[in-house]
């Protein structure tokens, strides 16, 4: 899979993209990723990339055609105008990074990994011309319901979602399928029911079924300024642990996210 970034601050994927999973993904071949710096796009000795709203308002907002040419460039051709627009390509998708987008999940980050390629644009100031989300981007996407200085960390956010559900990222492909806000524990969901006795709690992201948060981990020592691991955990009983945890899965999910529960 490609990743192409673009932003008016490049350097600031110097360090995210040299860490972790994402490393390791780019050096085993995985992943390709390619900074733009948008002020190359620019036509100005300034290599202005924003001007001020029309109608008035505070702040700055980012003009479209260095984002456009930008975008244009990547692709290698032109993506139309008013009078057409260019046919897209399936295996492609452009987002742009914005509070007003709608709200990235795991699905997402599923869907978005079945891709072959994403181009981030990454907005700044007051956000971008409203052209580019209309006429530019596939897709808007915000990481959370607050407010960022641009959108170069959720940007790395979401490639990094994508990047461990593919194939070969993980060192144990199960990890991806067993945590928070992953699909397809029909029994996790089935538990829930019996601890709530009625129907599985239902959801759009899971095939129907509750989407819970991961269960609680321990490790070593067994006991720590006096508190104890549970002790089912180093009993040695599989069944009785995977009960365990369906069981504490819930109760985690109730406590911090009821929202995912009241989805049903």
């Not at 040419?69 to 993506?79: D, F, M, T, W």
């Not at 996407?141 to 790395?156: K, N, Q, R, W, Y």
């Not at 990094?160 to 399928?177: H, K, Y």
């Not at 040695?236 to 911090?256: C, D, I, Q, S, Y």
Request: hydrophobic fraction near 40%.
């Amino acid at each position: 899979m490609r990743f192409d970034l673009i932003s008016i601050f490049p350097e600031f994927f110097a360090g995210p993209l040299e860490h972790g999973i994402v490393r390791r993904a780019r050096e085993a071949g995985l992943i390709e990723v390619r900074v733009q710096d948008l002020r190359e796009f620019t036509k100005d000795r300034h290599r202005t990339v924003d001007d001020r709203p029309f109608g008035g308002g505070e702040g700055m907002v980012m003009k479209p055609e260095p984002l456009f040419e930008a975008v244009e460039a990547l692709l290698g051709r032109g993506v139309g105008d008013a009078t057409g627009a260019a046919e897209r390509e399936s295996n492609t998708a452009i987002v742009l990074l914005s509070a007003a987008g709608k709200r990235f999940t795991q699905e997402a980050a599923r869907r978005l990994a079945g891709l072959q390629r994403i181009i981030f644009i990454c907005g700044r100031y007051e956000g971008v011309d409203e052209r580019v989300a209309e006429h530019l981007a596939t897709e808007e996407i915000s990481v959370g319901d607050f407010v960022l200085s641009g959108g170069e960390l959720p940007a790395m956010l979401v490639v990094d979602a994508v990047t461990r559900l593919l194939p070969g990222a993980l060192g144990n492909e199960a990890s991806a399928q067993n945590e928070s806000f992953s699909a397809g524990d029909s029994g996790m969901a089935q538990h829930a029911a019996a601890l709530h006795g009625k129907n599985p709690p239902r959801t759009a992201t899971n095939d129907g079924l509750a989407v819970l948060l991961d269960y609680p981990h321990y490790t070593r020592p067994a006991e720590f300024r006096g508190w104890a691991v549970p002790e089912v955990l180093i009993g040695g009983n599989h069944a009785e642990v995977a009960k365990w945890r369906r069981g504490a899965a819930l109760e985690k999910t109730r406590r911090n996210r009821p929202d995912l529960l009241a989805r049903g």
